[in-house]
């Protein structure tokens, strides 16, 4: 595929390198901190937005998964009820909960798509600039497929959202607020009732919001998960550890051996980044290292995604 100038538009170059990935500080799903090799390429500044994602609509007529009523065949233990197109929104809670139960906090809500991320009733106008949610991992590739560009591998997202620093917490450094300063969207306040908007919002925000990373990236950090091309593994693999050089480019392509893990029916593919809902008392995970595996299909109000082009520079740059 040759790269052209106007697929590079609002995307930034990272250029090739060797970073520490994974962290030994905060989940097992993030060990063991091993080397990774990865070469250049361009990734979007920003999470792809609302109006972003209706411009590739309007040209040609996707419909996404949530739009899409479920296949009995795939949900054979489902409600009958539920099988109807619609995605999962969260509901604040009127009070503390049972954290360990996220239905609680989660519902299907048939109708809920990324024009109506908060079910019907919601809508996108004003909101051209956040990013685009409600997007299961198939219509992240549509979209992608149509700019001419691919999804992340976890390696290289990471890498970018790292920004040059050599094994910080965050994506800007080891301090979550320096100098009291907002660096990204996430949850304060008590998860999931109490929500204090110390950042300025309670859903997600317009895209560039909050100050870019080292290398010019915006919300690499909370606002919204994204989508990349890895399956997810319980932890990094093993043989990335043993290994004597650093792994290039390493992407795991394939499901691993011994199935998607409890209670999964799908294949589940790696999401970074956390979200406007990440709490340091739930899920302290608006860090580069973090990771959770996600259901293909699965299409919620805090999950978009970004793209990347690999290659070399196109003459002249
Ligand atoms: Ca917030």
Not at 18 to 39: C, K, L, N, Q
Not at 280 to 299: F, I, M, N, V, W
């Amino acid at each position: 595929m040759s790269t052209t100038r106007q697929q590079l538009r609002h995307m930034r170059r990272i250029p090739g390198g060797t970073f520490w990935m994974g962290s030994a500080d905060f989940y097992p799903e993030e060990r063991p901190v091993h080397r990774v090799a990865v070469d250049g390429f361009w990734v979007d500044e920003h999470p792809v937005t609302v109006a972003e994602y209706a411009r590739f609509v309007t040209a040609t007529g996707y419909v996404t998964v949530a739009e899409r009523a479920p296949d009995p065949v795939s949900y054979p233990d489902a409600d009958p009820a539920l099988l109807v197109p619609g995605s999962l929104v969260f509901r604040r809670t009127a009070g503390p909960v049972d954290l360990r139960d996220y239905r609680n906090w989660w519902a299907y809500v048939p109708g809920a798509d990324w024009r109506h991320p908060g079910g019907p009733g919601s809508h996108c106008r004003g909101r051209e600039r956040h990013p685009v949610t409600q997007v299961a991992y198939a219509d992240a590739q549509a979209y992608a497929a149509w700019a001419g560009k691919e999804l992340p591998t976890e390696a290289e997202w990471e890498y970018a959202a790292r920004g040059g620093l050599d094994r910080a917490v965050f994506a800007w450094g080891d301090e979550f607020a320096p100098g009291g300063r907002m660096m990204a969207n996430t949850w304060h306040g008590q998860f999931p009732w109490q929500n204090l908007r110390t950042d300025g919002y309670e859903g997600t925000s317009p895209v560039g919001s909050y100050p870019a990373n080292g290398y010019g990236l915006f919300d690499m950090t909370g606002n919204v998960w994204e989508w990349t091309c890895d399956h997810f593994t319980p932890r990094h693999p093993r043989a990335a550890q043993d290994a004597c050089c650093a792994p290039r480019n390493p992407h795991v392509d394939t499901p691993p051996a011994g199935g998607t893990g409890p209670g999964s029916r799908l294949p589940r593919r790696v999401i970074k980044g956390g979200s406007h809902l990440c709490a340091p008392s739930y899920c302290l995970r608006y860090r580069p290292a973090a990771r959770q595996g996600e259901e293909t299909d699965t299409a919620t109000c805090h999950l978009g995604f970004r793209c990347v082009v690999r290659g070399t520079p196109p003459a002249g740059r």
